[in-house]
Every structure is written in structure tokens, then in C-alpha cells.
């Protein structure tokens, strides 16, 4: 049921990524065309455009991590022996569950913090963009644990 969940809310995320960066596209080529052909200069288009681009960095390695696609270091850890492989995995995830609470509780005093300061161009506080830090955090903490799950035997069916 969890890997289930889990499956759905990677696609989800991925949908969500995409579709955030065609509106990235779309804004910024419309924002050079009217530059270019007519002169007109949107001056809030940058400020969107930092707001777009990390929400979808944040929510694209939240997916990545989900699907199990992103960088995994584990040369030597497929070359030792099963035993001492599974407990360095079992390491190398609690690792990561401490990291997905520090993104968490820092990405939550960030925005806290960020929400009194608004963008250049219009009054919307940049803490909207921090606040994909600690969504993202959960999202791939939410990740960890069905791993965790998987690796401890937990669940057979994942």
C-alpha cells in the first residue's frame, strides 16, 4: 500500500515539476519576445522566475529520490558481502533521515524568516520559495521511510 502511495505521489510530483517549468518556458520566451519585437519589459518576470525555478529544482530531487533515480554511490556497497552491504545500507538511510529533518526544521526557520521579506519587483514574500525547502524535506523524508520500511522488512510488499 505504501509503495502504492508513494508511486502516486512521485507522479505527481513529476507532473507538477513539469508543468512549473513549461510555465517557466512559456514566460520567459513570451518575456524575451516582447522585449525584443515591441519593448515592453515585465519587470516581475525574474522575481516569478526565481520562485518557479526552485520550486522546481526542490520538487524535481523530491521525485528524483522517490523514484529512486538520483545519485546513488553504491559501487562498493553491491561489492561486499550481504550482511555488512545491508547494514551499511541500513547506515547510509538513517543518514539520510537525519538529513530530510534538517532540511525540514531549517527550511521552516528560513521561511519563517523570509515571509518579512518581500520579492524585488512586488510585495509577494520570498518565503514562498523557501518554502519548498521543507516540503520537499517531508516529501522525501515521506520517501525514506517507505525505504526503510522496504530495508527492514517491514512491509513485503514494496
Given at each position: 500500500m505504501w509503495k502504492?502511495?508513494?508511486e502516486y505521489l512521485t507522479d505527481g510530483i513529476q507532473w507538477t515539476s513539469g508543468v512549473l517549468f513549461l510555465g517557466l518556458l512559456v514566460l520567459n520566451v513570451l518575456r524575451i519576445f516582447l522585449r525584443y519585437f515591441f519593448g515592453i519589459?515585465?519587470?516581475?518576470?525574474?522575481?516569478l522566475s526565481r520562485l518557479?525555478?526552485?520550486?522546481?529544482?526542490?520538487l524535481g530531487s523530491a521525485c528524483l529520490y522517490g523514484g529512486g533515480e538520483?545519485?546513488?554511490m553504491d559501487y562498493f556497497i553491491s561489492k561486499l558481502d550481504y550482511g555488512i552491504?545491508?547494514?551499511l545500507r541500513r547506515f547510509v538511510l538513517a543518514?539520510?533521515?537525519?538529513?530530510?529533518?534538517?532540511l525540514m526544521g531549517v527550511g521552516i526557520q528560513m521561511t519563517i524568516?523570509?515571509?518579512g521579506i518581500p520579492f524585488d519587483t512586488w510585495d509577494l514574500p520570498t518565503g514562498y520559495a523557501y518554502l519548498a525547502v521543507p516540503i520537499s524535506g517531508a516529501i522525501m523524508m515521506f520517501f525514506c521511510l517507505v525505504n526503510g520500511m522496504q530495508l527492514f522488512g517491514k512491509e513485503k510488499n514494496i
Amino acid at each position: 500500500m505504501w509503495k502504492r502511495i508513494s508511486e502516486y505521489l512521485t507522479d505527481g510530483i513529476q507532473w507538477t515539476s513539469g508543468v512549473l517549468f513549461l510555465g517557466l518556458l512559456v514566460l520567459n520566451v513570451l518575456r524575451i519576445f516582447l522585449r525584443y519585437f515591441f519593448g515592453i519589459s515585465w519587470l516581475w518576470v525574474p522575481d516569478l522566475s526565481r520562485l518557479l525555478f526552485i520550486w522546481i529544482v526542490f520538487l524535481g530531487s523530491a521525485c528524483l529520490y522517490g523514484g529512486g533515480e538520483h545519485l546513488v554511490m553504491d559501487y562498493f556497497i553491491s561489492k561486499l558481502d550481504y550482511g555488512i552491504a545491508s547494514k551499511l545500507r541500513r547506515f547510509v538511510l538513517a543518514g539520510e533521515c537525519v538529513l530530510f529533518i534538517v532540511l525540514m526544521g531549517v527550511g521552516i526557520q528560513m521561511t519563517i524568516v523570509r515571509m518579512g521579506i518581500p520579492f524585488d519587483t512586488w510585495d509577494l514574500p520570498t518565503g514562498y520559495a523557501y518554502l519548498a525547502v521543507p516540503i520537499s524535506g517531508a516529501i522525501m523524508m515521506f520517501f525514506c521511510l517507505v525505504n526503510g520500511m522496504q530495508l527492514f522488512g517491514k512491509e513485503k510488499n514494496i
